[in-house]
């Protein structure tokens, strides 16, 4: 198997710390919409195509137990986790500072 490389720094995906550093300075902001959908949806917005979407979605929804997609800029999770959110993306290397969430 070839080992993949990171565009940006051309370390091993492995070394690479390019996501981790681009986790820690996003500006997000979480948000429960509830108007296009029968259900609540948890919207976080402002991540930047430096983080890894769908690799971030995909932790968020084994982590929260609930379906989600991940689209341009933002994530959209099943239900309504403003409670737990900012704890879970601190874990993930956000920086809790930068997360803002509208409720
Ligand atoms: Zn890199």
């Given at each position: 198997m070839a080992e993949s490389t990171c565009p940006k720094c051309g370390m091993p995906e492995d070394l690479c710390v390019c996501d981790s550093i681009a986790r820690e300075d996003q500006k997000i902001t979480v948000k429960?919409?509830?108007?296009?959908?029968?259900k609540e949806m948890t919207v976080i917005e402002g991540l930047e195509d430096s983080v890894d979407l769908q690799d971030l979605a995909s932790t968020l929804k084994s982590k929260l137990a609930c379906g989600g997609t991940a689209k341009e800029g933002h994530i959209e999770?099943?239900?309504?986790?403003?409670?737990?959110?900012?704890d879970i993306l601190e874990d993930e290397g956000f920086d809790r500072k930068n997360i803002e969430v509208e409720a």
């Open positions: 429960i919409d509830s108007r296009s959908y029968n999770l099943q239900g309504d986790h403003t409670r737990r959110i900012v």
